[in-house]
């Protein structure tokens, strides 16, 4: 099957975001034909004239459409697309300029109707970002569960970097409601109707992640609150790692008591794990800086992630709370 590609891209006040990933399709290095769906999800900052600016160099299509969330929006684009294969990105995101060879190379070798891409810390971004980054993808932390190629799970795309076919959108429906967790959500049910996914490692991206601490912390949080419903909508894809994080606070939280009653041995240990992550991350950024950052991103993301996750688990599995009305906060109501 000939694919035709038609990239995704769903934007909500950030223009400066999409002259950047703009200016990186303009240097990709590829004789594919494709088109850019710009999806404008009821700003007040709009794109338009970043958009108008490119529209001599790249085939891009711009849509205006009220506030519904970004899954509702990327259905759309998807809906609005002339291909026949999407790839969905994040608005804060560039491209390598071989990005789009390493996601052709992929499905040749090997098709699926869904795929995924890792993400990278590019080298103009701050400290902040990279030791973020180092904390969302390294394996000692909960990056680890995600999966991987190796991984003897499956691997379940992230929309910030995401292939789906067209075939597969159609049977699908796409994206629920949910956000965060709209992701995982759509691989599950392509699971359930027959449909591979995969990670093509080599198609990945320079993820900006527009963040501060405060952004971090509240965006594991979400991601902790998701998961019981996740497994909840879909038991089958219950697993214990997803209880790591929680596991890790608590244990954390009951080695520095110990250390108060002269017990030092737990809290050795989780000085030796940190002492660890320090390595690797100043193996991998070359920075102390930044390496130190990435210790407090990794406890930001265990416990932002491991009480949310612990929080939502009682309230709805053993106070029986539904998810819509104890967390309306993760649901965007579309029409």
Known sequence: MQLHFSFIIPVYNRPNEIEELLESFVKLETNTNYEIVIIEDGSNITSKVIVEKYNSQLNISYFYKENSGPGDSRNYGMQKAKGN?????????????HYLKAVEDGLEKKYVDCFGGPDAAHQSFSNLQKAINFSMTAFITTGGIRGNAKSVDKFQPRSFNMGLSQ????????????????????????????????LISEAFVYHKRRISWSKFYNQVRKFGLVRPILNIWHPRTKKVTYWFPTIFCLALIFSIILFLFSIN????????????????????????????????????????????????????????????????????KTK
């Open 85 to 97: 294969y999407f790839i969905i990105l994040d608005s804060d995101c560039i491209l390598p300029n």
């Open 265 to 332: 041995l737990p809290l050795y240990m989780f000085c030796g794990y940190y002492l660890l992550a320090f390595i690797m991350a100043l193996y991998k950024t070359k920075h102390p800086l930044i390496a130190f950052q990435a210790l407090v991103a990794i406890t930001i993301q265990f416990f932002g992630y491991g009480i949310a996750f612990l929080k939502s688990t009682v309230y709805l599995t053993i106070l029986n709370r539904k998810p819509e009305q104890q967390f309306p906060e993760l649901f965007f």
């Open 167 to 198: 075939k597969g959108f159609m049977a699908t429906n796409g994206f629920g409601n949910i956000h965060p967790g709209e992701d995982p959500d759509l691989s599950i049910r392509l699971w359930e109707l027959g449909y591979k996914t995969k």
